[in-house]
């Protein structure tokens, strides 16, 4: 295992113990912190090993909070429908994946989004089982008082996050992660040397999916009420890309990293510019992208090896 | 002997642009075959149609008393179908050792990422990459990045070669060291199929050559035969044979 | 007769998408770049020809001239300060730099504008006209007029003019167009000013048709993107079959499926666009 | 080396975890003793945007009213009103962070609900968590008050009593109307409205020959209007927020649409509809739950209904519209809870608030065992002469129906 990965695992541990310090409200935003890593980290198999600029996860995040919620609406337990969440939108992506990974650059990622947006009004139009524009009511499990739920689902949520990073880890250092590296660099080569790439991203693919609709199941259970322009807005795409950009793309340290610096960040300039804040944060993106091009990566020792590369 | 390759009635159109006509071939095995003819005669077009890049519209290709026709191209490799490209594709960002590892790992089922590795010093070392293995293949000179191809391709455990201009761009004494080792390949038993602009070493290396013309096969036989055969030295190849050797000679 | 209408509708609607989209296709064809401030591009001008009606009560026919060379510097200046600077990155980076400017300017214009939703009602009103048994609006006719004027303006720029030439060959092969003497960032700055031009000028036409609020700008930008995908990317004729078609499409649906699945069906539409025929209805293949 | 560098790895997360933990721990100061705090977590960037103006317009009004009057007399004591604001983007689990946020972390005493029916019933799984009372100035649909809340309380009558009343106003008045096509937004207050409706219009014997669903952010709506057109219905009834609206009644316009009645719910009652829409706005019928030509004499901070208008316009120099007086109604009840409460303690205060029975500018005011008001008679209205003139209740009617918009 290598150090960043290690330092990852050591970084995970750490937020572990955030309820040991917060409260409810700090919670709340681990919840959150928690579930954008998981975005992030999944996003990454496919965005930053295989590099294919996706903008689906979105579409998983819904997708999983609906299946979820659909399924606990019947009366299945948190556990059970999200584990069934998760298994269906491996399928599915694994499935979509060998269709639409065929595409590249551009078109692939307008492919992506569109794929939310299928989804949504998909979701939207099917009223009699998702409720339709009216929403989603998902029961509550019972009153177990503030603390308790916030550290059960805060803990769910770190679980997964987990999950996630150790899928993330192993993916990294198995032939699959191999594979993804191989075919961002250069496909053509990848598949004259053997390498099935469509199954190859087909998977990783189908990986990325996986846990963020853990993650969008477990958020239906947590916020009890969902309704489609919320699970399938378009910035669970978009933000998780910023913070693996921040991060600093491919390297899982770096995207989880990326990911509580830029909550970290918006939580700040959200609190302190009302008015503004959208605009501020478009400020910080855009000095990111001009001055850090390499996001926190840049800031390491690796630099002078990129450089020296790029020379 | 038995056929190694055998392709029928091949003919690949590219919107309007009938790349490759009615073409008929057969490798036998332990053979190093030239394949020459001018720019744009459809050479590369032909290894990667039989290689499953650009698949055949009609026709059909045997190799190894399988119809793999419309097989892609990573079932091509595994089966025993390898390449070089004319232009060179390395995986830039990984090692040298890396690259012919990747190529180890994916062509041969049951390989684990060590055990790949370990295979790719030996290939390394036999194109005399040993001490650039750790270096990015971004970094490494032309010369270098063809012989990582060869490396590459012999990681694959090829039943059939084929080297794609692995000389061009090189000078002679590089020249002279890939031929090298094109003999000690072809000593080893590998079947060669080789595109080759330098008559010199199309000569000196292949036991069968096959001249193709606006896609199609015009001439088929021992090296002498064919270059003196008048059709293909009047038709170009002469003009060609002339710079050439004039150039490198 | 309610058929008639239908095509009579999608025609006239398509033509606003395609004028919609028609920088955006510019400058993804040109410049590689998704350019996710086009759709807030289009509110601004919707909001110059706002204020130039109300303060100056200046027609937004006369508006478009305003219009035009004030996009066309900020477009330029934007792609030259700042643009240009990852122009060479891959498409995640251009995408999410273009998407940060774009938070910024949809922002701004929440912050001095308000998001209230507002509307240029032209005194007298033009009213509707009747042809061939269908109602058209007069207002949207004149719209479509000058959006195919524009297009074809843009499509006589880029064939004739040696600058637009210039655009062209960097289009088809940026090395070939070094070669050839082409300073290649100039030739982006000057695409991408001209698809902020044209993005401006939608929006001045957009104003006498849509109400006007920072908060429409993302469903511009949607339209241009599923028109670009459908029509081809960077041409001209692509970005008009491709308008024509999603209106077609969307018309049709609604009609008979709802208004509800109108959306759905586009987007699908797209998704089999991009994986059957990525080139679009116009476009050569062979590009990524 | 490896041991450095895990070193300088965990050193980079302490300024990150510091940050986060920074971030939560901005508590604002710890409530002085003389303030009452009210938190309004509202939409002020996204879509909702215009809505929060109106919501942050009657809040304000009120707080200034209260605080002008020296502040709310809890037991004898005098406490000032201080509204913490923030923002949820109009993104829904925003508003769920957001209503957190202001009770952890700003301390606020009280809530006012996120706006619109869907955030609003988000939301307040966590003000019940928390038993932080809640008053919801903009969620009607009954669907929000389903869950079985205690803390909830909402300002807006269900769905059914606007379109009830205009219905039977539309079928005792104008006898030709038969076929009545529906359109409406697929969003969960627009939705909800629409579904009430046909179910009214079936109810009274029309024939609904039409209705669809449009999605959020439609641009055109030219297909659907011909499709009803088509169809030459008596009655359209279409919903949605103030831009879809204004986009579908010129769409109209456009297509030269004419029937005999033509309702919108929620736009008319808003003066920008009426500005932007200048003529073709005429005759559209529509109702509210509160309109200023009403005339209450209320108990209240602003007591009467004229009072409240004069002072909205002294502020504001506009009319005011049912969005921004069901917030300052929000506001007065609170006032009117607490000093019947005699204190700020929140379960005292949900008492007060379920047992409140009393009239206001706004209308008479008690809450169901659900937490809806049930007190009310929505105004139905007629925009007429640029103004939207009262037709029902019969106490404040100001003209009659007339038939016809073109």
């Known amino acids: ?219 239906a259970a947590w916020v009890h009420y969902i309704d489609p322009s919320d699970v399938f807005d378009i910035l669970y795409s978009v933000k998780p890309i910023v913070m693996a950009l921040m991060g600093g793309l491919g390297s899982p340290l770096g995207v989880a990293c990326g990911a509580f610096l830029y909550l970290g960040l918006e939580e700040v300039v959200w609190r302190n510019y009302i008015q503004i804040h959208t605009g501020v944060l478009g400020v910080l993106i855009v000095l990111l992208l001009l001055f850090l091009p390499h996001g926190l990566t840049s800031l390491r020792f690796d630099r002078l090896r990129r450089r020296a590369k790029h020379a | 002997m038995p056929e190694l390759l055998r392709l029928t009635g091949v003919s690949r159109r590219f919107s309007g642009l009938q790349a490759l006509r009615d073409v008929n071939l057969s490798v036998a095995p332990g053979e190093v075959l030239g394949l020459i003819g001018p720019n744009g005669a459809g050479k590369t077009t032909l290894v990667n149609t039989i290689c499953g890049v650009t698949p055949a519209n009609s026709g059909t290709i045997l190799f190894d008393g399988t119809d793999i026709t419309r097989t892609k191209p990573y079932q091509a490799a595994r089966r025993g179908l390898s390449r070089t490209f004319q232009i060179v594709q390395p995986f830039a960002e990984f090692s040298a050792l890396d690259n012919v590892a990747a190529a180890a790992l994916f062509s041969q089922p049951g390989e684990s990422l060590k055990s790949a590795r370990e295979a790719a010093r030996e290939h390394l070392a036999f194109v005399g990459l040993d001490a650039q293995a750790d270096q990015p293949a971004a970094t490494l ?31 002679s004494a590089e020249v002279e060291r890939a031929t090298e080792l094109i003999h000690q390949l072809a000593r080893s038993g590998i079947t060669i199929v080789m595109i080759e602009h330098l008559m010199k070493v199309v000569l000196n290396v292949c036991t069968r050559i096959v001249v193709l013309h606006n896609g199609h096969p015009i001439a088929d036989g021992a090296p002498r035969e064919v270059i003196s055969n008048p059709a293909v030295v009047e038709a170009y190849l002469g003009q060609q044979y002339a710079q050439r050797t004039a150039r490198h000679g | 007769m309610q058929a008639m209408q239908i095509l009579i509708n999608a025609l006239v609607l398509g033509s606003l998408y395609a004028c919609i989209a028609i920088g955006f296709s510019l400058v993804w064809g040109v410049l590689n770049v998704i350019n996710l401030i086009h759709g807030s591009f289009i509110v601004l001008g919707a909001y110059l020809a706002f204020g130039l009606y109300q303060s100056l009560h200046l027609s937004p026919w006369y508006a478009i001239f305003v219009a035009a060379p004030l996009f066309f510097a900020l477009g330029y200046v934007i792609q030259r300060l700042i643009l240009n600077r990852v122009i060479t990155a891959p498409v995640l980076v251009t995408l999410t730099l273009t998407f940060g400017l774009d938070l910024i300017l949809n922002n701004a214009m929440i912050y001095f504008f308000t998001a209230d939703y507002r509307k240029l009602t032209l005194s007298p009103p033009l009213g509707s006209v009747s042809i061939a048994g269908a109602v058209v609006p007069v207002d949207r006719l004149i719209a479509t007029a000058t959006a195919l004027l524009l297009t074809g303006l843009l499509y006589l720029l880029l064939r004739r003019s040696r600058i637009g030439r210039a655009i062209v060959a960097v289009r088809l092969d940026r090395d070939a167009a070094v070669l050839m003497g082409v300073h290649v960032p100039s030739i982006y700055a000057v695409a991408f000013g001209l698809g902020a031009a044209l993005a401006g000028c939608a929006g001045v036409l957009m104003a006498l048709i849509f109400p006007i609020s920072p908060l429409t700008s993302s469903a511009y930008l949607g339209k241009a993107f599923v028109v670009c995908v459908l029509g081809g990317l960077g041409s001209v004729s692509g970005a008009l079959a491709g308008g024509l078609l999603l209106a077609l499409v969307e018309s049709v649906g609604s009609t008979y499926l709802g208004p509800s699945h109108a959306t759905t069906l586009s987007f699908l539409l797209l998704i089999i666009f991009l994986i059957l025929r990525p080139q679009g209805l116009v476009g050569r293949k062979g590009f990524e | 080396m490896s041991a450095s560098w895990v070193a300088r790895c965990l050193r980079l997360s302490v300024p990150l975890g510091a940050l986060a933990l920074a971030a939560g721990a901005f508590a604002g100061p710890a409530a002085a003793e003389d303030v009452i705090k009210i938190g309004a977590p509202l939409p002020i960037t996204g879509p909702l945007a215009p809505e929060a103006v109106k919501q942050q317009q009657g809040y304000d009004l009120w707080a200034e009213q209260a605080n002008k009057a020296g502040g709310i007399n809890v037991g004898g004591k005098k406490y000032k009103v201080e509204i913490v604001y923030t923002d949820y983007q109009s993104n829904t689990p925003r508003a769920v962070q957001a209503t957190e946020q202001l009770i952890t972390q700003n301390n606020v005493n009280f809530l006012f609900a996120a706006f619109g029916s869907g955030a609003a019933k988000a939301a307040s799984t966590v003000s019940e968590k928390y038993k932080v009372p809640t008053l919801a100035a903009t969620a009607s649909s009954v669907q929000v008050y389903d869950q079985g809340y205690k803390y909830l309380f909402g300002t807006f009558t269900p769905n059914d009593t606007l379109t009830t009343p205009l219905t039977k106003i539309i079928k005792a008045q104008v006898p030709d109307v038969k076929k009545v096509a529906i359109l409406a937004r697929n969003d969960l207050f627009p939705l909800a409205i629409a579904q009430e409706m046909e179910k009214s219009a079936k109810d009274n014997g029309f024939e609904v020959v039409y209705f669809e669903k449009y999605a959020i952010g439609t641009l055109d709506h030219s297909a659907a209007l011909s499709a009803i057109k088509a169809l030459s219905p008596q009655w359209i009834f279409v919903t949605g927020y103030t831009n879809d609206l204004l986009q579908i009644r010129k769409q109209m316009v456009d297509q030269q649409m004419k029937a005999p009645v033509v309702s919108m719910i929620a736009g008319p009652a808003y003066q920008e509809f009426i500005d932007a829409l200048g003529k073709s706005a005429e005759n559209v019928t529509s109702a509210a739950w509160w309109h200023p030509a009403e005339q209450y004499d209320g108990k209240d901070i602003f007591g009467s209904t004229a009072n409240f208008v004069k002072l909205f316009k002294e502020k504001y120099k506009s009319e005011p519209d049912y969005g921004q007086a069901s917030a300052a109604l929000c506001g007065a009840l609170f006032q009117l809870a607490i000093e019947k409460a005699g204190s700020i303690d929140r379960d005292k205060v949900r008492d007060a608030l379920a047992s409140l029975d009393v009239t206001t500018f706004f209308g008479p005011v008690k809450f169901g065992a659900n937490g809806q008001i049930n007190s009310l008679d929505p105004p139905v209205f007629q925009i007429q002469g640029g103004k939207p003139v009262v037709l029902f209740p019969q106490a404040i009617k100001q003209g009659e129906l007339k038939v016809g918009v073109e």
């Open chain 2, 141 to 171: 000179t032309l010369a270098m990045r063809k012989r990582l191809e060869l490396a590459k391709a012999l990681a694959m455990q090829p039943k059939l070669l084929f080297l794609d201009e692995v000389n061009a761009g090189l000078n």
């Open chain 1, 1 to 219: 295992m290598t150090r960043s990965n290690i330092a990852l695992l050591i970084l995970i541990a750490c937020v572990a113990a955030l309820p040991l310090f917060g409260g409810a409200y700090a919670l709340r935003l681990g919840t959150i912190a928690c579930m954008y890593a998981v975005l992030a980290l999944s996003w990454n198999v496919v965005g930053g090993f295989a590099g294919y600029p996706s903008f689906a996860t979105a579409a998983f995040f819904g997708f999983g909070a609906y299946f979820a919620g659909v399924l606990m609406g019947k009366g299945w337990p948190l556990a059970a429908a999200v584990v069934a969440a998760a298994i269906a939108a491996l399928i599915a992506a694994t499935l979509l994946g060998a269709v639409l990974l065929r595409l590249r650059g551009h078109y692939f990622a307008i492919a992506s989004l569109s794929l939310a947006e299928v989804l949504r009004e998909v979701v939207n139009n099917a009223t009699d089982l998702t409720g339709g524009g009216m929403g989603l009511n998902i029961p509550l499990a019972s009153g177990s008082g503030v603390m308790a739920e916030a550290t059960f689902y805060f803990y769910a949520m770190w679980g997964v996050m987990l999950l996630t990073a150790i899928m993330v880890i192993v993916v990294a250092q198995t032939k699959l992660g191999f594979a993804l590296n191989c075919i961002r660099q250069n496909e053509t080569a990848s598949s004259m040397v053997g390498l099935n790439t469509t199954l190859a991203k087909s998977i990783g693919f189908g990986l990325s999916a996986c846990f963020v609709a853990a993650a969008g199941g477990i958020y």
